[in-house]
């Protein structure tokens, strides 16, 4: 029976009984008790009774249906739910024989089903761990495109994304968290994307201790930072970030903080003029010009600490960025630096990115960072079959020769843990991975940092 033809059949029998209760509320009284109910009295009660029964079924109908539509809805989620738990005793048995010394069972079907990247849902109406699929503005900050969302974006079955409930034309789904809300402000920046107020709160507190994150942006498009703070709710969070705003705003090399080590902090743009300055924080008195504690009228000297900084850096080899004078060290990857100032140089010489004749990596560095990849990718597979990990790198460095550096990056969602480039944290979920170079990252670092 169609919906239509259902919610027809219920409202006749609504009108029918309401006309059947109308006509019992006028004789009521009008009977001689005791006497037997008329031909037409039991007419009407055995009329009463079968639009009653109508409704009742009407009412099954409906809630056989609604369970229909949430079974063809879910049935690819429920049986990724088996497969994981399935695969989860798999490892569980592996596990145990690993550590009573036994060999290790061969890989049973579930598990290779889960590990294998093509391991997918194809749910077009809700698909996990992916972008909206129509953006109010084509962003320059590419994740993957609509074509290819079905075959890039991976699902997690441990974590799937519960059913949207029915919303207003006025809802929005936040970039971040992909969370349907109502919003209150305007915090969406030239990319065309909408932010919930709770990520922002969580963007905000992280860029108090992370200044890579300044200015706040999303797909490389800056917030409005008055719309920002006008957002936020909790008057010591808007006073911090507001602070902390001014701090960042302020070049690096022209920043005085306080040189107490217990307090820190950020104090004025320095100045020329030999002039003390009292921080309001601990009531140090500070030398605008040098930046160490107030000497009277002494000549300013250089720190000692910073003395012995610099030499430190000499003997280990590490930088000095030409845009904030912070020290940095390579570990891996090539020789192009970004500074947490957005300064970018080569890491032999420190001149600006591209304007020397330098080699753009070291050979060793680029195998380490085509291991950790290869290992992100495989993982455990990495310790298991060793020669196909191996096989793997050799082609990570090759890729890696060629593609090392990306002028901007498209990113695509990969299934299974790792940890981030960029920020170093162990993702247990998913990493973003770019499709040039190959970096594998967070969705904060590509979505906030790196673009």
Request: with cysteine.
């Amino acid at each position: 029976m169609a919906t239509a033809d259902a919610e027809t059949f219920a409202l006749i029998a609504r009108l029918l009984l309401d006309d059947i209760n109308e006509v019992e509320r006028y004789r009521k009284g009008k009977r001689n008790e005791g006497s037997p109910p008329t031909d037409e009295e039991l007419s009407f009660t055995a009329q009463q009774k079968e639009m009653q029964d109508l409704l009742s079924s009407m009412q099954d109908l409906r809630v056989a249906q609604g369970l229909n539509r949430a079974l063809t809805t879910d049935d690819a989620i429920l049986s990724a739910f088996d497969i994981a738990e399935r695969s989860a005793d798999d490892d569980r048995r592996a596990a145990i024989a690993l550590s009573s010394g036994l060999p290790l069972p061969p890989r049973t079907d579930y598990q290779q089903r889960v590990e294998d990247r093509g391991f997918s849902l194809n749910i077009p109406d809700a698909p996990i761990h992916a972008p909206p699929k129509k953006p109010s503005a084509p962003p320059s900050f590419v994740f993957v495109r609509q074509d290819e969302v079905e075959s890039t974006v991976s699902i997690n079955p441990y974590r799937s994304k519960p059913n949207r409930p029915f919303h207003s034309h006025t809802a929005k789904d936040c970039i971040s968290c992909m969370e349907s809300f109502t919003p209150s402000h305007n915090l969406r920046p030239a990319c065309g994307h909408d932010w919930c107020s709770r990520c922002i709160v969580d963007l905000v507190t992280a860029c108090l201790k992370d200044e890579s994150l300044y200015p706040l942006r999303c797909c490389g498009q800056n917030f409005v930072e008055s719309e920002i703070l006008a957002s936020l709710r909790d008057r010591r969070l808007h006073s911090q970030f507001r602070l902390k705003a001014q701090e960042f705003a302020t070049p690096p090399l022209q920043r005085v903080y306080c040189p107490e080590p217990r307090c820190s902090s950020f104090l004025c743009p320095a100045s020329n003029v030999k002039k003390s300055v009292a921080c309001e924080s601990c009531g140090e008195m500070v030398c605008l010009a040098c930046k160490s504690l107030g000497h009277g009228d002494e000549d300013c000297v250089e720190q000692a600490a910073l003395t012995e900084l610099k030499e430190l850096a000499r003997e280990k080899g590490w930088q000095t960025c030409p845009g904030c004078h912070a020290v940095v060290e390579l570990n891996y990857g090539c020789y192009h630096m970004t500074c947490r100032c957005r300064a970018e140089f080569c890491y032999i010489c420190a001149v600006p990115w591209k304007q020397c004749q330098c080699a753009q990596w070291d050979e060793e560095r680029l195998l380490d960072t085509a291991r950790q990849r290869v290992a992100n990718d495989m993982g455990r597979e990495a310790m298991i079959q060793p020669q196909l990990y191996q096989a793997q790198v050799r082609q990570a460095v090759n890729h890696l020769r060629v593609n090392h550096d990306c002028q901007s990056h498209r990113w695509r969602y990969r299934s299974g843990g790792g940890r981030c480039e960029e920020c170093h944290h162990n993702l247990p979920q998913y990493l973003l991975v770019c499709r040039g170079c190959g970096m594998q990252a967070c969705v904060r670092c590509a979505r906030n940092r790196l673009v």
